[in-house]
């Protein structure tokens, strides 16, 4: 069993965040529940070996208050599954803004948008220095999607504090050859990008065009449209922050078909904010394709899910894999976990390819997954 917990420090604390330290909560306080994850342990680590020891964010609601209450504070709005959070003792700290706020989130009432603080950003050197007097293990970004410079700021904080970097959006750092070679060379691990919800629109999207090309069925086009009413909707409502997402999301499809679709046959991606659904996402997917002799078929399918526990599902197996390549000393990109975990990992795997890498990594030493180019 492990000598101590997995420290880990959360960059924003918004919807994501809060489904995970609650299911921390949740899973400490019932050790016999396992509904809900994929793995009880992983490295001999469980669910409630993990301690928030740090946190940023630059809401006026929650900096200065303690993790446990900054996670209900607005403009949060997902479940609380969890209500009996336990005081952290992390206190959220002012983050740095950079590109990390949207123009036209101030266009919106106060309980939907963000509050920037009255107070002075983080500076590298502060985050650094705290990274390392908290002894974090693994920092999990959170940033709004489009967040390019202040990912590019926290990601250089990690790999100079020797942290593991789990990068939950997508903005590409594991998946960018430079940065890549930058967490290799520093012999700091890194998962990313873009983490797969537990049982989401785009690992849905893949199964389903996975199971066309392994029955046969020629895919001729399809769309995947998704609405939801949280800060994240909100915030690719404004569509210049959503080139890297519409990259992640579409290639996490076309990686798995059979033979890769016209741009024109295919659409991926976010494609409203209706604020009165909350965190709840709601996907429309249709799939058009050709049987045996050329029939034609349809498939329509509508899945409506709480968004940030179902992400929270997931991030709390990416910090476990995390910390395992910590304590195996392995640096740059976890292959197996990113492939698994991530909608836009540096190497595509289909879904049965990547569980057999990651059971390998888990139950292995896993050198040979992740070193292999």
């Known amino acids: 069993m492990p000598t101590r917990p997995i420290n880990i420090a959360i960059i924003g604390v918004g919807n994501c965040a809060s489904s995970l330290v609650q299911g921390i909560s949740h899973y400490r306080a019932d050790s016999n529940d396992h509904h809900g994850l994929m793995h009880w342990e992983i490295g001999g680590y469980r669910p409630c070996d993990m301690k928030v020891v740090a946190a940023w964010d630059i809401d006026r609601r929650k900096v200065g208050r303690d993790v446990a209450e900054a996670i209900f504070a607005r403009p949060n709005c997902t479940q609380s599954f969890c209500t009996e959070v336990r005081p952290t003792g992390a206190i959220v700290e002012m983050g ?17 948008t963000f509050l920037p603080a009255d107070a002075p950003e983080a ?3 502060a985050v650094v220095a705290k990274l390392r007097a908290a002894k974090v293990d693994v920092l999990l970004n ?5 967040s390019q410079q202040a990912t590019e700021f926290y990601a ?12 939950n959006i997508p903005v590409f750092i594991a998946s960018d050859p430079a940065w890549a070679e930058r967490f290799r060379a520093a012999g700091v691990p890194i998962i990313g ?22 029955r046969g069925v020629k895919l001729d086009r399809t769309y995947q449209l998704n609405t939801g009413g949280n800060t994240d909707f909100l915030n690719m409502s404004n569509r210049n922050r959503l080139k890297s997402k519409k990259i992640s999301k579409t290639e996490a499809v ?16 976010p494609s409203d904010y209706v604020a009165w659904q909350n965190d709840n996402k709601v996907c429309f997917l249709r799939m058009e394709g050709q049987l045996f002799g050329g029939v034609p078929m349809n498939l329509e399918l509508r899945l409506s899910v709480e968004d940030s526990p179902n ?8 910090i476990r894999c995390a910390k395992l390549a910590l304590d195996r000393e392995l640096g740059g990109p976890i292959h197996p976990a990113a492939a698994y975990f991530c909608k836009h990992p540096p190497r595509q795997m289909t879904d049965d390819q990547a569980h057999e890498a990651l059971d390998h990594f888990i139950h292995g030493d896993g050198r040979i997954a992740v070193a292999a180019e």
């Open 254 to 269: 076309q990686s798995v078909a059979e033979t890769r679709l016209d741009d024109e046959n295919i659409h991926v991606g």
């Open 156 to 167: 250089d904080c990690a790999l100079e504090a020797g942290v593991a970097f789990v990068n």
């Open 96 to 112: 740095r803004v950079l590109d990390g706020v949207a123009e036209h989130m101030g266009d919106h009432p106060a309980d939907r």
């Open 193 to 214: 990008d873009d983490i797969k919800a537990q049982l989401g629109a785009t690992i849905v999207h893949r199964v389903l065009t996975d199971l066309f090309a392994k």
């Open 142 to 146: 959170y940033l709004p999607v489009g």
């Open 311 to 318: 992400s929270a599902g997931v991030a709390i197996d990416m």
């Open 123 to 125: 500076t590298r050197e």
